[in-house]
């Protein structure tokens, strides 16, 4: 038996208003309604069984507004977006007269003109000459394609409509059809392709790219590269189909939408199978179901409310959701959000020096105009504070990424620490996995200690052979971070520092007791490392990186084991930066160099924190009896990200995939450096790339260099670390991109016009900022 119908079936029931109740905190103070529609019945020609037919005679501006408040009682709702209803019988022209006469009672909503694939340009341009008409609604029903459920996107919108928006910057509601929607590939290449043609499109994927059945909602991420695409939630009532919206485009290109008056039909919409069903009161017998049925706008609500939870959405990503995010898209909103480079011109008022990290000061690689925040990172792209997408050609998160950013498995095994608790007052049991997992790759080893950065690494290290020798001083060969004892070897006259990796380390606030406790010697020099030996016998240890930009020469490695062990000195391998990225497990396995200690960071935990020492029992001993000890290391998240990582890198020679595009990028280089006349010179191991222009104005050269891939999509400096996630189509991008850049160049070069970049110069090494 049916359940009965109410007279007034839009009405609030007991069942919606407990609903509504619930949901009362979840909605902002504003929402604005990116998705409905208003129609009179007259105009319709529904079938008399049809739900259009249900209502009021006549759904305007007042309706919507009633209607819909009843939901949100507690909100304020700011206006919408609206569009008559497309059923196949509909009054074209009558039923978008009656829009254009709504939008007068409206002061921020906007419409959307209904169209055809038969609609007239002209029909286009006096719609859009309607002040508060900002686009066109097609659909699939008027297809010039049959079936029309499986009809392709132009089938229904032609690209002279396109042209036509794309010359007025007009938004397009698409609702988008075919068995898999989004993810469709036909779907996907004729929405890619349309979007980069008619850039000034606005295009909004209806229903998260109609993604009823929620599976297809994973096609969202063939399309994230692409600037002018946001996306609707109306009428989906599965946070599975909201969520990749989310992980894919972020809370900026998601919008809320009622569907009205879909929003007043009682049931849902469930996936089933390949596909999915509406379950209304047509369809259901809502007597033999355990519960009453609500209203499909607050089925939705609650959708969102699941995925925001899911998410981890706070209140400032729902206002953009509820109403920010469209007026930005419609130019509603009279207030601006901070541009990146005036959050950054903030940030050096309130954080020294800018930034955490020298190596991310945008300074260094195109002042105002390298990107300084970042939104979100996927794969080898990313998109900045304002929303601009970049490929990632340069150090991807100064080496730390290896498998690309944000990598799936490596979430996944952080996400599910992440909800069972990372921090309690026990220790985390990975670390002993890790401990033991380190010690397996590398069977000198015997121990580990764990910390969560590189330069603690290092300081940890050298902290245990001083305590285990009962020496104080240091030899070194690269660069090792930050602290005291590393930029002690600056306190004296020179800069002794200079050449193993940055120049002008200033080491001010470096007790001056520590002069003569660091001595650095460049890299395949064994004689300068003998001279110390010589003028320093009470050498605690020598910690160098096994390589950098070259291979050692044959023996240098060698002798040096030879002579630390001669003289009882600890000898520690710092593969913070080579190791895991050049060779399984570092460098000093390749080279068949056992030390004593060997420290790692950076690619050991693809972006999350986790730095590791490890070392013999023996040189470990100093470790029991030095207090070496931080709250912040008995976290599980760093462990938990170590093991992961290592267990992708077992999967797959990720060191030959790196190696690989390395060299293809490296190879790249030459050719069009060549084919320009362009000076350049490029060294480094391909997975540490590195290149440099051979002329006296090589620093403004480089500067323009980042400017203008900057200008073409892509984060590129003259150091290039590639991951795993730079595959042949990436590459392929970054080559046409070069080919325009080094062209530039090269006719800079020929006009020798340098005079109007030396204002905009990147610096170089470490400098004041203000």
């Known amino acids: 038996m049916m359940l009965e119908k109410e007279t007034k079936p839009w009405q609030l029931r007991p069942e919606d208003r407990t609903a509504i109740d619930v949901l009362a905190s979840f909605v902002p103070e504003k929402c604005y309604d990116i998705h409905a529609h208003w129609y009179r019945k007259a105009d319709l020609n529904a079938p008399e069984n049809s739900f259009w037919n249900s209502g009021p005679e006549i759904a305007g501006h007042k309706q919507w507004e009633d209607y819909t408040q009843l939901m949100f009682p507690k909100t304020s709702l700011q206006g919408g977006l609206f569009f008559p209803a497309p059923l196949p019988k509909v009054n074209l022209s009558a039923a978008n007269q009656f829009l254009f006469d709504e939008l007068e009672k409206a002061t921020l909503s906007r419409g959307m003109m209904l169209v055809k694939p038969g609609t007239s340009q002209k029909e286009l341009e006096l719609g859009l000459s309607h002040a508060k008409v900002v686009g066109f609604k097609p659909y699939h029903v008027y297809s010039t394609e049959t079936p029309t459920s499986q009809s392709g996107i132009t ?61 297809h909602a994973e096609g969202a991420k063939f399309l994230n590269s692409i600037p002018n695409i946001w996306f609707d939630m109306s009428g989906i009532c599965e946070m599975q189909a909201i969520l990749p919206i989310l992980k894919y485009f972020g809370p900026e290109k998601l919008m809320f939408g009622t569907d009205f008056p879909v929003s007043h039909i009682r049931g849902k919409c469930v996936s089933i199978g390949n596909g999915f069903i509406w379950l209304d009161e047509n369809n259901c017998n809502w007597d033999q179901a355990w519960g009453k049925p609500t209203l499909v706008g607050l089925e939705s609500l609650n959708a969102l409310k699941q995925a925001a939870d899911n998410f981890g959405l706070d209140k400032s990503d729902l206002d953009l959701i509820f109403w920010e995010n469209a007026l930005q898209l419609l130019d509603l909103n009279k207030g601006t959000r901070p541009s990146n480079q005036s959050y ?44 601009k997408h970049f490929y ?6 100064v080496g ?17 620490k992440v909800q069972l608790g990372n921090m309690c007052s026990l220790n985390p049991p990975e670390e002993v996995a890790l401990a033991d997992k380190l010690c397996e790759i590398h069977p000198w080893a015997e121990q580990a200690r764990f910390v969560r950065g590189g330069g603690e690494a290092c300081a940890v290290a050298v902290r245990i ?72 016998p009470d050498l605690a240890a020598v910690i160098m990186e096994p ?49 004593d200690m060997a420290v790692f960071a950076k690619g050991l935990g693809n972006g999350y924190p986790i730095g590791a020492v490890i070392g013999t029992k023996a040189a470990m001993e100093g470790a029991n009896h030095s207090f070496i000890s931080s709250t912040y290391w008995t976290e599980s998240l760093g462990p938990v990200a170590a093991l992961a ?30 084919n320009e006349n362009l000076p350049l010179q490029v060294k480094g191991f391909p997975a540490l790339t590195n290149f440099s222009f051979d002329h006296p104005e090589s620093e403004i050269l480089r500067t323009i260099f980042t400017q203008q891939m900057l200008s073409k999509g892509f984060l590129a400096g003259t150091s290039f670390y590639p991951t795993l996630a730079h595959n042949e189509k990436i590459i392929d991008l970054y080559h046409h991109a070069l080919t325009e850049t080094f062209g530039f160049l090269s006719q800079v070069i020929k006009e020798n016009n340098f005079e109007k970049w030396t204002k905009e110069k990147a610096l170089s090494g470490f400098s004041r900022l203000l």
């Not at 004892?485 to 193993?500: C, I, P, R, V």
């Not at 070259?550 to 913070?576: Q, V, W, Y």
């Open 547 to 595: 390589c950098r930009y070259e291979n050692p020469t044959p023996g240098f490695l060698e002798a040096i084991r030879s002579i630390t062990k001669k003289h009882g000195i600890l000898l520690i391998m710092d593969e913070i930066t080579v190791g895991w990225r050049l060779h399984f497990g570092g460098m000093h396995l390749k080279y068949g160099i056992e030390p």
């Open 344 to 387: 950054y011109k903030h940030a050096k008022t309130t954080i020294p020096g800018g930034t955490q990290l020298l190596s991310k000061r945008p300074e260094n690689m195109a002042p105002n105009h390298w990107p300084p925040y970042f939104k979100k990172a996927s794969g080898a792209e990313i998109w900045d504070l304002d929303g």
């Open 392 to 397: 990632d050609f340069s150090t991807n998160a």
């Open 645 to 674: 990582t290592i267990a992708e890198m077992e999967k797959q020679d990720i060191q030959k995939a790196i190696e690989n595009s390395g060299q293809q990028v490296q190879g790249i280089l030459q050719t069009v450096a060549t």
């Open 465 to 536: 052979a001083r305590a285990t020798t009962g020496k104080d001083k240091i030899a070194l060969c690269g660069y090792h971070g930050w602290q005291d004892w590393y930029l002690a070897a600056n306190l004296g006259e020179s800069d002794a520092l200079k050449g193993h990796l940055l120049p002008g380390l200033n080491p001010e606030g470096v007790p001056d007791a520590l002069r003569n406790t660091s001595f650095p010697f460049k890299f395949n020099d064994l004689e300068a490392f003998q001279e110390i030996i010589e003028q320093q």
């Open 400 to 416: 730390a990424c290896i498998l690309g950013y944000a990598h799936p498995e490596i979430n996944k095994a952080i996400i599910k």
């Open 155 to 215: 089938g229904f919108l032609p690209e002279p409509i396109w042209a036509t928006a794309h010359e007025h910057g007009a938004v397009i509601m698409l609702h988008i059809m075919k068995d898999k929607a989004l993810l469709d590939p036909q779907n996907c290449e004729d929405i890619r392709r349309l979007c980069l043609k008619y850039p000034r499109v606005k295009l909004i994927l209806a229903h998260c790219g109609r993604s009823f059945h929620a599976l």
